[in-house]
């Protein structure tokens, strides 16, 4: 290793001229920066256990990279130690990092110098993007938090003995965390606490006092995620892990939830909205940002360059969960069902040529489709395709297998190949995660003795086709390259039946009737409208 590589990920937001301001807008899942109050990161000095300094030089022009050179090379095995002095200046909250309630309220996420990944010969870092989120080595923490009396902290790890008080009115809170890839804390005066104890891990979850019932339903969500997430992927932080903390940021910082780290993540990205609690998105984001607890915090896959592996396995395991916790996996608001899934379906049908394969900031406006909805869609049409049981079996080897391991997409397609075969993955992996295709299946009338079942767009999926005569209904395999015609006294006919196709752009072309039956044209029109707002129960899930 000839060089240290360190993210400065503050400094991007130094001003609104950086880099990532003017991809961002600078707007970020809703909450706008305010240019009065910025964030900026500066090192002092760096040096070696033995006293030579190293030179520190910017990689890009915002400086959220930088270099040290060093003296020599690091050879494999060898350990070198640097002590390094710097300032960070948190923004207002901004993009899951900041202060708010005037000064209240501190979320620290990214505030401090972090090296990159060095694998393979070469390291894994890049400039600090809008659409790119962090990757980072496991390793060992021990921080010291120095703040005034009456101050709360919620932090990655595990707090060491009790507070120390110190005459000057401040008190040292000392965390210590293992086998983690960042360390982040939130502190205020006003935090109140729940906790909870689920198989001896602690789970505790912060909140101002007016959020009560919020937190409440957070714990909640957070227990019975663990014991879902945990038969599914292998234990919490596979038994490594003995906390768990939330923090419920107040509804003005709203910027800095809807996030996680190791052993912590942020809730009020969306329950800051002010939406019904029917709506359930309160359980919704919680459910996302503790399965990231195995996928990010875990797994650790490189979401700069493969963001999809993350968000997308992530955001699935949030669906599948939803629909363990809720009956059917719809709930009911003021008699109207709702679905997280429709929302997805709906996000990629804007954009569904997008692929998933490719690194965060190449995407612009499509990335949510390439790292959220696609692969949402995507494999909940495989598990339909192939069954719940194929997909769990697939995940859960993928999960346990990697975990504090740095995988890639080629190990997730080893994986897949092995657990559901070769020609699946090829599918998967071919048409869906690289590929760019769409797909519409329909059902047409020619003439008056003559229906036809065609694919339009270069992506397939292997469905069921329904045909209604006079005497019956048949039920046949429409298997991809292939079209299909029936001729003679048809009465209806239904490509797709059984809504294994989430993938299908348009639904309403899927069935034909010769004598309008109104009552399945109505289902097929809720069909059609539960992609838009919400779902049908019996077809639609979480």
């Not at 005037?102 to 110098?113: C, I, K, R, S």
């Not at 359980?283 to 963001?307: C, G, K, M, N, R």
Request: glycine share 10%.
């Amino acid at each position: 290793m000839p060089d240290l590589i360190l993210h400065l990920y503050l400094n991007a937001f130094r001003s609104s001229e950086t880099m990532w301001m003017q991809e961002a807008g600078p707007m970020h899942r809703g909450y706008s920066y305010d240019s009065a109050y910025p964030g900026w990161i500066e090192v002092h000095d760096v040096r070696l256990s033995d006293g030579t300094p190293l030179e520190l030089t910017a990689v890009d022009e915002d400086m959220t990279l930088a270099r040290l050179s060093l003296p020599q090379p690091v050879a494999p095995g060898q350990e070198i130690t640097l002590e390094l002095s710097y300032t960070a200046h948190l923004p207002k909250v901004f993009a899951r990092t900041g202060w708010a309630d005037e000064g209240a309220f501190v979320l620290a996420g990214q505030w401090f110098p972090k090296f990159g990944v060095w694998e393979a010969g070469t390291w894994h870092a890049h400039p600090f993007h809008a659409n790119s989120e962090f990757f980072a080595d496991f390793g060992h923490y021990e921080v010291a938090l120095t703040l005034p009396e009456g101050w709360q902290v919620a932090a990655t790890g595990t707090l060491q003995g009790m507070p120390q008080e110190h005459e000057d009115g401040t008190v040292t809170h000392t965390f210590q965390a293992d086998h983690v890839i960042d360390f982040a804390w939130g502190a205020s005066p006003k935090f109140r606490r729940l906790s909870s104890v689920w198989q001896g891990v602690t789970v505790e979850v912060f909140y101002y006092p007016a959020q009560r019932r919020d937190a409440r339903r957070v714990m909640a969500a957070t227990l019975a995620g663990l014991e879902r997430y945990s038969a599914w992927y292998g234990p919490y932080g596979q038994g490594l892990y003995p906390e768990l903390t939330v923090v419920v940021v107040p509804p003005e910082a709203g910027g800095a939830g809807g996030m996680e780290y190791p052993t912590f993540f942020t809730v009020g990205a969306l329950g800051s909205l002010g939406m019904p609690s029917c709506v359930r998105m309160v359980e919704v984001e919680t459910l996302h940002e503790l399965a990231h607890q195995w996928f990010q915090s875990v797994i650790a896959t490189d979401e700069a360059e493969e963001p999809w592996l993350d968000e997308g396995l992530t955001d699935f395991s949030t669906l599948r969960a939803m629909r363990v916790i809720e009956s059917e996996g719809v709930i009911d608001c003021w008699g109207w069902p709702l679905s997280y899934l429709a929302l997805r379906r709906l996000e990629y049908t804007v954009m569904p040529e997008t692929p998933m394969a490719g690194a965060a900031w190449e995407f612009g406006e499509a990335y949510p489709v390439a790292t959220y909805s696609k692969p949402v869609v995507s494999l909940a049409t495989l598990e339909r395709w192939q069954g719940e049981e194929a997909v769990a079996r697939f995940l859960h080897t993928y999960a346990t297998r990697y975990a504090f391991a740095h995988p890639t997409a080629a190990d997730l397609r080893a994986v897949m190949e092995e657990t559901m075969g070769a020609e699946v993955a090829a599918w998967f992996f071919g048409q869906l995660v690289e590929g760019t295709g769409t797909l519409d299946a329909q059902v047409t009338v020619t003439d008056a003795q003559r229906v036809e079942a065609t694919r339009t767009g270069t992506l397939c999926v292997p469905v069921t086709v329904e045909v209604g005569h006079s005497t019956g209904v048949d039920r046949l395999p429409w298997p991809c390259g292939e079209g299909m015609q029936w001729e003679g006294a048809m009465q209806r006919a239904w490509a797709d039946p059984d809504h294994v196709a989430w993938l299908d752009l348009n639904l309403v072309n899927n069935a034909w009737q010769k004598d309008p039956d109104w009552g399945m044209w109505l289902g097929v029109l809720v069909r059609w409208l539960g992609f838009f707002q919400g779902a049908f129960r019996g077809g639609a899930w979480w």
